[in-house]
């Protein structure tokens, strides 16, 4: 982005850390297990495009919810929510499930077809169930590294709301966006931003916003193709070298496996609310 590139990517909450997570279920360290719940889809023949197996590592954090040994499921993401979000976050209140299309002129955005499934689930003590009526907001770039409605050196998007959107969470705790792969520019790793608000009868309310992000080698592979390939200039910043990255972890990479001609990725995250 233009003057202050990354000034909408800073996290807004945090990823607990395993003495949390335990804390939060009541559990000694060693009450935790070892197996993983079956995940949707499975990885493409040969694991990870690079052949690394990144697949199967990134599976076990981000692919499904993880069984201790004491009987309880627990995501294997689990968040403290926060009250703030970065200023390119822009609540265009679409509720939508296809963000690909702009509504100012209906046109839609070009690139990989991209199906992202977020089940919510209501961590707690012993316990961690779906969470109904959660809304979850996405928002990315496109394949050339614009936002919508955002104002850039190199671009004005005002008024378009292209790539951006919010579903509610049905009684599974199942949200479910179609949108495209998203691009990337300069300063940064390839992501998607995300924000879950819940709200009670109480009164009570809380907010997480986060990002995910994707296997380097995966995203390599993607932009050799229209329209990604359009752009001719080098991505200096990879995982590695993002400090964004690093604040979220690796558990934030998502898991991409074929769908049809394009991908699919699934994520439980547990609210601890």
């Given at each position: 982005?233009?003057?202050?590139p990354?000034?909408d990517?800073?996290?807004?909450?945090?990823?607990l850390?395993?003495?949390?997570v335990?804390?939060?279920?009541?559990?000694?360290?060693?009450?935790?297990?070892?197996?993983?719940?079956?995940?949707?889809?499975?990885?493409?023949?040969?694991?990870?495009?690079?052949?690394?197996?990144?697949?199967?590592?990134?599976?076990k954090?981000?692919?499904?919810?993880?069984?201790?040994?004491?009987g309880?499921?627990?995501?294997?993401?689990?968040?403290?929510?926060?009250?703030?979000?970065?200023p390119?976050?822009?609540?265009?209140?679409?509720?939508?499930?296809?963000?690909?299309?702009?509504?100012?002129?209906?046109?839609?955005?070009?690139?990989?077809?991209f199906?992202?499934?977020?089940?919510?689930?209501?961590?707690?003590?012993?316990?961690?169930?779906?969470?109904?009526?959660?809304v979850?907001?996405?928002?990315?770039?496109?394949?050339l590294?614009?936002?919508?409605?955002?104002v850039?050196?190199?671009f004005?998007?005002?008024?378009?709301?292209?790539?951006?959107?919010?579903?509610?969470?049905?009684?599974?705790?199942?949200?479910?966006?179609?949108?495209?792969?998203?691009?990337?520019?300069?300063?940064?790793?390839?992501?998607?931003?995300?924000?879950?608000?819940t709200?009670?009868a109480?009164?009570?309310?809380?907010e997480?916003?986060?990002?995910?992000?994707?296997?380097?080698?995966?995203?390599?592979?993607?932009?050799?193709?229209?329209?990604?390939?359009?752009?001719?200039?080098?991505?200096?910043?990879?995982?590695?070298?993002?400090?964004?990255?690093?604040?979220?972890g690796?558990?934030?990479?998502?898991?991409?496996?074929?769908?049809?001609?394009?991908?699919?990725?699934?994520?439980?995250?547990?609210?601890?609310?």
């Amino acid at each position: 982005m233009s003057a202050e590139p990354d000034n909408d990517d800073g996290i807004v909450g945090r990823v607990l850390t395993r003495r949390e997570v335990l804390a939060l279920f009541g559990l000694a360290s060693s009450q935790l297990l070892v197996a993983c719940s079956p995940r949707f889809g499975s990885p493409p023949p040969g694991g990870a495009p690079n052949g690394g197996g990144n697949y199967d590592s990134a599976a076990k954090l981000t692919g499904g919810v993880t069984q201790t040994a004491a009987g309880i499921t627990m995501p294997t993401c689990v968040v403290a929510p926060a009250v703030t979000e970065g200023p390119y976050f822009v609540d265009e209140k679409l509720n939508r499930s296809d963000i690909r299309v702009d509504t100012s002129d209906n046109s839609s955005k070009p690139g990989t077809p991209f199906k992202l499934t977020m089940r919510v689930l209501q961590a707690g003590s012993g316990s961690c169930i779906p969470l109904k009526g959660a809304v979850v907001d996405i928002w990315h770039c496109d394949a050339l590294g614009v936002y919508s409605d955002a104002v850039d050196a190199g671009f004005n998007t005002k008024g378009k709301n292209f790539l951006r959107g919010y579903q509610v969470s049905d009684a599974n705790g199942l949200v479910t966006f179609q949108t495209i792969y998203p691009g990337w520019y300069q300063g940064r790793a390839v992501h998607i931003h995300f924000k879950v608000r819940t709200s009670f009868a109480d009164g009570k309310s809380s907010e997480f916003t986060s990002q995910f992000f994707f296997d380097d080698a995966f995203s390599d592979k993607v932009y050799t193709v229209s329209p990604y390939n359009a752009k001719t200039a080098v991505r200096g910043t990879k995982n590695t070298n993002d400090g964004i990255f690093k604040e979220a972890g690796s558990s934030m990479i998502l898991n991409v496996v074929p769908d049809g001609a394009g991908y699919t990725a699934n994520f439980d995250i547990g609210m601890k609310l």
